[in-house]
């Protein structure tokens, strides 16, 4: 079974900053691009950052130059360091991963893995 714990969430006032850990745990095959997610309420989920394991990013428009993801290969672990925090960045902040994963003795097709996520609260 695989699971990725999202941690560090939390309030913070507007300017602060947080970073966000996720560890990945189970039967993992291999690991293409890790990333983080958001939904706030009344909204769809969308990407904030993605790195592959190439070392490529990819970050939305509104938090480029704020948040910086990176990642420990070694530990399959990503993280999210996020400063300049505005009140339009409460949402909640999940975990991804798109690999591969043994089942028992099947190894699974590529596809998405994600966290339960965690809460980050900006007040202004």
């Known amino acids: 079974q695989v699971q990725l714990v999202e941690s560090g969430g939390g309030l913070v006032q507007a300017g602060g900053s947080l970073r966000l850990s996720c560890a990945t745990s189970?039967?993992?095959?291999?690991?293409?691009?890790m990333g983080w997610y958001r939904q706030a309420p009344g909204k769809q989920r969308e990407l904030v950052a993605t790195l592959t394991n190439g070392g490529s990013t990819n970050y939305a428009d509104s938090v480029k130059g704020r948040f910086t993801i990176s990642r420990d290969n070694a530990k399959n672990t990503v993280y999210l360091q996020m400063n300049s925090l505005k009140p339009e960045d409460t949402a909640v902040y999940y975990c991804?991963?798109?690999?591969?994963?043994?089942?028992?003795?099947?190894?699974?097709?590529?596809?998405?893995?994600w966290g339960q996520g965690t809460q980050v609260t900006v007040s202004s």
């Open positions: 991804n991963f798109q690999g591969r994963a043994w089942h028992n003795i099947q190894l699974l097709p590529p596809r998405d893995y």
């Open positions: 189970g039967r993992i095959f291999s690991i293409n691009t």
